[in-house]
């Protein structure tokens, strides 16, 4: 199979996993550790998290219901504690294998789940940060954002806007995203799907397909 199409999910694959900083905060905070996990994962289409990424709620509204969520489960945890977890840190040899796949002249994309929070497509807390996440953003041909399309992964629907934008068929396209959910949409459409468990890994499956090496 030939590819020329690389398609991207941002936080956990381009940056450091949210899920890290979420088990700090729980751990810090004295609750069960996948607190935050469990709550994301009950009712996952119509929850706190699915609203916000759908910009269906605000702020506001997402730090108090996912408060309710969170009590629902016997855990005291507010939405605006989760929200300033998710600007993971960026992975300099993901970055590098984006400039790599331009020069060989793959068209790449980024579909992310985000929420109207923070600075910038991140959700950066600071000024620097977000300047160097819209820095990576720039490389992409073609971005979804969750928030901005009023829509979700892993909605099919998702994976298709994305391939109509790019003018692609998903055979030609390769996914990556750390959420094994998100990833399988991706290979029912005929996609080569890589679910992300770590940056190494990653990068050794996706230079699997394309028969190269990254960094």
Request: aromatic share 6%; with cysteine; charged share 25%.
């Amino acid at each position: 199979m030939t590819y020329d199409t690389v398609i991207w999910d941002f936080g956990g694959v381009i940056t450091s996993s949210p899920f890290d900083a979420f088990n700090r905060l729980e751990a810090d905070r004295g609750v069960p550790q996948d607190s935050v996990r469990r709550i994301n994962s009950a009712n996952p289409h119509d929850n706190a998290w699915a609203k916000f990424e759908r910009s269906e709620i605000d702020t506001a509204g997402f730090d108090a219901l996912f408060a309710e969520e969170a009590i629902a489960i016997g855990v005291d945890l507010r939405g605006r504690d989760v929200l300033a977890c998710l600007a993971g840190d960026i992975r300099p040899n993901m970055v590098a294998t984006l400039d790599r796949l331009k020069t060989d002249g793959f068209t790449i994309g980024c579909i992310t789940n985000n929420v109207p929070s923070g600075k910038g497509a991140g959700m950066a807390m600071d000024s620097e940060k977000a300047d160097a996440v819209a820095g990576i953003m720039e490389r992409f041909d073609h971005i979804i954002e969750s928030s901005k399309a009023g829509i979700r992964k892993p909605d099919l629907r998702i994976y298709q806007m994305m391939c109509e934008a790019l003018d692609v068929n998903p055979a030609q396209c390769i996914y990556l995203d750390d959420l094994g959910i998100n990833c399988k949409p991706a290979a029912a459409l005929g996609m080569a799907a890589i679910k992300v468990s770590a940056e190494k890994q990653a990068l050794t499956e996706l230079g699997a397909l394309l028969e190269t090496t990254f960094p």
